[in-house]
């Protein structure tokens, strides 16, 4: 690769994974689903990335940079631009009230990522649909995608 050509992805080594986190249009077959519906939202701040544990087994997410942070900048992000970095997975939600069903990036709050994470991003939480809480129609999720 030349100097100074944008990376394809950044490369995060974490103490129990690494994560890659693709920039571009290029992704690896894992995250084409994933890649095309983050394209469909519209912001940087969304990004494909293959989460690579020690045993060799890959997982793909969306890793969700805070709203008012839309990515790392430059060409070769540290470890301080993960901070408050959530990761997502595609899920099917329903509407408890009016059944409406969303397609949604939903934060996989299991893994011991970056401290207190969820508390940086604005979540979606409430049906769009009917306009209940949480409380009553269990939809809640980092953003809702477009259906395609």
């Known amino acids: 690769m030349e100097t ?4 394809p992805r950044w490369r995060f080594a974490l103490s129990w994974a690494e994560l890659d986190v693709f920039t571009g249009n290029c ?3 894992v995250l084409r689903p ?5 394209t469909c939202l519209g912001e940087d701040r969304f990004r494909p990335a293959v989460l690579r544990f020690a045993g060799g087994r890959e997982s793909a997410f969306v890793a969700v940079w805070p709203p008012d942070r839309p990515g790392p900048p430059g060409d070769a992000p ?6 408050d ?6 899920h099917d939600l329903s509407c408890l009230v009016c059944a409406a069903r969303y397609r949604a990036l939903y934060p996989e709050a299991g893994l ?3 401290g207190t994470h969820l508390a940086a991003h604005r979540l979606v939480s409430g049906c769009p649909r009917c306009g209940s809480d949480f409380a009553a129609s269990r939809v809640q999720a980092l953003a809702l995608l ?3």
């Open 112 to 114: 011991p990522l970056f």
């Open 146 to 148: 477009p259906s395609l």
């Open 27 to 29: 992704v690896p077959g």
């Open 85 to 90: 970095v959530a990761l997502a997975e595609v």
């Open 34 to 38: 994933v890649a095309a519906l983050v």
């Open 4 to 7: 100074g050509a944008p990376r």
């Open 78 to 83: 540290g470890m301080d631009d993960l901070r």
